[in-house]
């Protein structure tokens, strides 16, 4: 079945630490997506990638990477530059002209 | 002012009630509007895809589009348990991918 594969399910870490959360799709979407999510807050779009190599900033990307080097795969890494990481976060892709479909996201918490 | 409005509830209904969840937005130029479903702690699933204005009905599910009021609202037939989720709106222009949500609307349908 296609779909979108995010791993792990849940996600701890240490102050300090790097952790990279991962994201592979078999839709063969061009356009990926991650986002977080926060009770209240709705979902904040932290990066974007429309094609392989090359990704932009959303509206909170301080603090995070990606890179996109396989149409596939659209890996965030979360770095320690970022305060407050405790969230549900969420990946997407899409084919051009329709919604987003989404992974079953990763809650990364810090300990 | 967030470009999205959404009450984010809770909205409590029997089974069998009429739902009515809305959403208003500030920027004339969306084109594209679409209704996700999200279970707690599970990913977003799209529910309902609209262009422009007028209405669209899906089984026990209607998306309705007002641009002239920029209001949208998606319409819950004979609601059950299983529909108890958190709903979001989610718009963009046309040709331009990223979309905006809402923050959702908790909706809770009791037996």
């Known amino acids: 079945d296609g779909g979108i594969t995010q791993s792990p399910k849940y996600l701890f870490r240490k102050e300090g630490q790097n952790v990279t959360l991962s994201c592979e799709q078999n839709?063969?979407?061009?356009?990926m997506y991650w986002y977080r999510q926060d009770p209240g807050q709705g979902l904040r779009l932290i990066y974007y990638s429309q094609i392989v190599n090359d990704f932009q900033k959303g509206d909170i990307a301080e603090g995070y990477s990606v890179s996109r080097e396989k149409k596939e795969s659209f890996p965030l890494t979360v770095t320690s530059a970022q305060k407050n990481p405790t969230a549900f976060y969420l990946c997407a892709s899409n084919p051009g002209n329709y919604g987003y479909t989404f992974g079953s996201g990763t809650r990364l918490t810090v300990v | 002012q967030k470009e999205v409005e959404q009450d984010p509830g809770p909205l409590s209904v029997p089974e069998g009630a009429i739902v009515s969840l809305n959403c208003t937005y500030s920027?004339?130029?969306?084109?594209?509007f679409m209704w996700y479903r999200q279970y707690s702690r599970k990913g977003p699933e799209l529910l309902m895809y609209t262009y422009s204005s007028g209405n669209k009905e899906d089984g026990r599910f209607t998306a309705q589009v007002d641009k002239s009021s920029k209001y949208i609202s998606l319409f819950i037939r004979d609601s059950q348990p299983s529909d108890s989720a958190t709903y979001l709106c989610?718009?963009?222009?046309?040709?331009?991918?990223?979309?905006?949500f809402g923050t959702g609307t908790r909706l809770l349908v009791s037996p």
């Open positions: 920027n004339s130029a969306f084109q594209y």
């Open positions: 989610a718009m963009r222009n046309t040709g331009f991918q990223k979309l905006v």
């Open positions: 839709l063969n979407h061009d356009a």
